[in-house]
């Protein structure tokens, strides 16, 4: 079989194996090898590794080496000859403008290298500008003789610095060469016999297992990997969410507690207790434990005065604040009950210092469940603390924010919330509804929730929150929705949807 015909495995290695019955004991090298059968070294080296997965039929060593070879632009000059020459070749007697030899796709590396071995003269003052001429008769293209040398397998007969300047033409490279050194093996033979992969019923029964070669049981073969599960849409996002907080320099807020106060919940952000938000149709009330036990005490008398007589500045709600209503145990209804312990800690430092603190974590709402309410959700939330900060830089800092989300089309309304004087409600466009569309809320903390803290005067706190869901939607989902599930879907329903409420 001509080695042109024995283009698959088992032919291939049987040629190789022939080979080496051949060579004697000594061995082959795979390049030699190659050469020899008038093959790539690559088509050789696999023919190898097949031999070697079949046993103790050949030892293979591998070695390093390295050779010189041409690079493409060292072939095409042994092909055509060096830039030099076919600059001279191309300059007739009577010469040539060097405008037009610049012209030449050798022109400019050619005339150089021409100058240098004076094979050409340039004449400045020549009528019609600068012309060049001949400076010899003939010459002799060493450039394409020495890499012809190369690439005849002979470059050991250069000398080092031809060798270096060939390199730094860039018409030769030093390759690293990975070959291997072939020996029979204990179990060789010139012919490749197929190993067996399954011990089958069949072969049990006849017997014929004990004449057959299997191919041995490789214990460090990785299995297919089973089917398994994947992480959430809103768990990725969330995780990106929390990325953009961290490069904005904000540190994550403990908000492991479900169950909270209303005390923390509401009266803390300066809520009044008579505030509908506080009825049992809009917050679920723990059975066991129903009340809290552990408050700050003279933190409590000041929430408790600043509700019910006012104080720094401010006339209160002037009513009957209660204890008992402080005290009962909720699920909270959002994270800035976290963000309100987190600033009466903060305020109970010796020093104050500015913090940016951002938390990301479900809250419950008792709804009535129907295609635009659920009871849990995820919100997010971002705090600020610092002296002198305005609505300029909540503005500022909601721009930087959203951005870094990808939406970048923001407006800001005028709006009302019990503890954020001024607040404002945050809106994007949707390209896929052709609308504007909120995405958040936004204010700064009122003094008299701060004050009360102990945090110093001058000190201002802007927030935002949001719900994980429908930024999710406007970011991601909305205009995607389609291939999701395969069929034309109403995308203002499912902007309605449980999945993008907004009420955080």
Known sequence: MSPAMATDGPALAELLLQRL?????GGLGSLEAAAALGLEHQQLVGAVKSLQALGEVIEAEQRSSKRWELTPEGKEIVQE?????????SIPAEGLPQSELMKLPSGKVGFSKAMSNKWVRLDKNADGGPRVFRAVESVQDLVREKLQLVQRGDAESLEEKDKNELKKRKLLMEVNIKTYWIRKGSAFSTTVTKQETDLTPEMLASGSWRDLKFKAYNFEALGIM???GHLHPLLKVRTQFRQIFLEMGFTEMPTN????SSFWNFDALFQ???HPARDQHDTFFLQDPAEATDFPTDYLKRVKKIHSQGGYGSQGYKYDWKLEEARKNILRTHTTAVSARMLYRLAQQEKFTPAKYFSIDRVFR??????THLAEFHQIEGVVADYGLTLGDLMGTLREFFTKLGISQLRFKPAYNPYTEPSMEVFSYHRGLQKWVEVGNSGIFRPEMLLPMGLPEGVSVIAWGLSLERPTMIKYGINNIRELVG?????QMVYDSPLCRLDA
């Open 21 to 25: 019955e051949r060579a004697g004991g």
């Open 81 to 89: 000859g060096s830039h030099e020459a076919r600059v001279f070749d």
């Open 226 to 228: 089973p089917e398994s």
């Open 257 to 260: 507690n479900f169950i909270e």
């Open 272 to 274: 009044p207790q008579q």
């Open 366 to 371: 008792n709804e009535t469940l129907d295609a």
């Open 487 to 491: 069929h034309k879907v109403n995308l």
